[in-house]
């Protein structure tokens, strides 16, 4: 069983960043993938970046050289820097996980956090 927490979401201005961090409980957590997914108002939820146990990255077009995701492995945490935010960017943050190799699709993570919000003003 994997427990996540998100914070360091937040209100800020365009072009502006945030980091956001996602702390696992358990302590096989080295082992899972973790993924950066989104929600924004009546949007359906987007993929925005993953990290694989090896350290194995991906990104969503959209974040590609403005979000960075990281692990700490010491610490079981995963972070996500964004940094250049757009309005675009407002939605809820979630982190979630899943055994082995990240994947695009959000159904197939089994342990998800309880989200964090960001807000971006133009």
């Known amino acids: 069983q994997v427990q996540l927490v998100e914070s360091g979401g937040g209100l800020v201005q365009a072009g502006d960043s945030l980091r956001l961090s996602c702390e696992a409980s358990?302590?096989?957590?080295?082992?899972?993938?973790v993924g950066w997914f989104r929600q924004a108002r009546g949007k359906e939820r987007e993929f925005v970046a993953a990290?694989?146990?090896?350290?194995?990255?991906t990104y969503a077009d959209f974040v590609k050289g403005r979000f960075t995701i990281s692990r700490d492995y010491a610490k079981n945490t995963v972070a996500l820097q964004m940094n250049s935010l757009k309005p675009e960017d407002t939605a809820v943050y979630y982190c979630?996980?899943?055994?082995?190799?990240?994947?695009?699709?959000?159904?197939?993570?089994?342990?998800w956090g309880q989200g964090t919000q960001v807000t971006v003003s133009s």
């Open positions: 358990g302590r096989t957590f080295r082992n899972y993938a």
């Open positions: 979630a996980a899943r055994q082995l190799s990240f994947v695009y699709d959000s159904a197939r993570y089994d342990y």
């Open positions: 990290i694989n146990p090896g350290g194995g990255k």
